[in-house]
């Protein structure tokens, strides 16, 4: 028994990279595989007991050997048998051999994916999402989810061909929001269906906009439109956009990053419109 009054059976400490477990989770790097098993893979503790937090269980739970009377490890084991899953205790380099990284997280557990529907936007008071035009960085849409979390915002809306919000770099740029926020995949036709319907604002972001994003009426509900890293928003898209912002450029470079710029807009529609 640990100290959280688990009791912790994981004697065994698998050695070997050839182990089935261990072979599944290696393969989760590959969106083909995430795609297939519907699992993906955080890393850390403090993200592994967040996704707790939020009800989900982890499929498989890998701890590094020496960590089994961690008092945090153990609600995380309980959670992953009583759902069915496996515990695998592992030699350290082996965590490294999972995590692809050096000096790895001591724990890392695969979990569900859970998508949301387009259904499920719906213009509730102070409800704000964000509509990503295909973006393609991880560590963007990661940076996204993570700042969506941090302003309330209820999700992000992936529009077409996205980089997977369940690749490890995104996991890890969204430091445990992906279990926070909900996410939504559309194709571009489906988007501008929903959006001919959406009876509140949609703010579209492009460079050519003339208006101020300081002169935007910002409200909530909302849903913040943000282009492809490199083309920027399509025609379509901006044309479903009930207002077009910019946010002004004074030194040579011709745009902000897509992640900065998010972080912008929903922190100037925060501050207008505070929870
Ligand atoms: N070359 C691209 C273009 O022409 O739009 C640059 C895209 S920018 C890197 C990615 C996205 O971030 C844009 O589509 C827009 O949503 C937002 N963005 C970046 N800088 C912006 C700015 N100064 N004003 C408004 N939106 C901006």
Same mark, same amino acid.
């Given at each position: 028994m640990n100290k959280a009054g688990h009791t912790i059976t994981e004697r065994q400490v698998i050695t070997s990279a050839a182990n089935a477990d261990v072979k599944l989770l290696r393969s989760l790097h590959e969106r083909k595989f995430r795609k297939q098993t519907g699992w993906f893979l955080a890393e850390g503790l403090?993200? *592994?007991?967040?996704?707790l937090a939020q009800d989900f269980a982890p499929q498989r739970l890998v701890f590094a050997e020496g960590h089994e009377q961690d008092s945090l490890i153990a609600p995380l084991i309980a959670a992953c048998k009583k759902q069915g899953g496996r515990v695998?205790?592992?030699? /350290?380099?082996?965590?490294?051999?999972?995590?692809?990284?050096?000096?790895? &997280?001591?724990? $890392?557990?695969? %979990?569900?994916?859970?998508?949301?529907?387009?259904?499920?936007?719906? /213009?509730?008071?102070?409800? *704000?999402?964000?509509?990503?035009?295909?973006?393609?960085?991880?560590?963007?849409?990661? !940076? $996204?989810?993570? !700042?969506?979390?941090?302003?309330?915002?209820?999700?992000?809306?992936? $529009?077409?061909?996205? !980089?997977?919000? %369940?690749?490890?770099?995104?996991?890890?740029?969204?430091?445990?929001?992906?279990?926070?926020?909900?996410?939504?995949?559309?194709?571009?036709?489906?988007?501008?269906? %929903?959006?001919?319907?959406?009876?509140?604002?949609?703010?579209? !972001?492009?460079? /050519?906009?003339?208006?101020?994003?300081?002169?935007?009426?910002? &409200?909530? /509900?909302? $849903?913040?439109?943000?282009?492809n890293e490199q083309s920027g928003l399509t025609d379509e898209l901006i044309d479903v956009a009930t207002d077009v912002i910019r946010l002004p450029m004074r030194g040579q470079s011709d745009s902000l990053n897509l992640a900065v710029a998010t972080g912008i807009c929903l922190y100037e529609m925060y501050r207008d419109c505070p929870e």
């Open positions: 403090r993200i *592994c007991t967040e996704a695998l205790c592992v030699k /350290p380099a082996l965590l490294e051999r999972i995590s692809r990284k050096d000096n790895p &997280q001591m724990v $890392i557990g695969a %979990f569900d994916q859970k998508w949301s529907d387009i259904a499920e936007v719906t /213009p509730q008071q102070d409800a *704000c999402w964000i509509a990503l035009d295909r973006v393609r960085d991880p560590g963007n849409l990661g !940076t $996204i989810m993570r !700042t969506a979390d941090a302003v309330g915002a209820v999700g992000v809306i992936l $529009i077409d061909d996205c !980089t997977d919000p %369940f690749s490890l770099e995104a996991v890890r740029a969204s430091m445990g929001a992906v279990f926070n926020v909900k996410i939504v995949k559309v194709t571009t036709a489906a988007f501008t269906s %929903f959006a001919s319907h959406w009876p509140a604002q949609i703010i579209g !972001t492009a460079l /050519p906009a003339s208006k101020d994003y300081r002169m935007a009426a910002w &409200q909530r /509900p909302s $849903i913040l439109l943000m282009g």
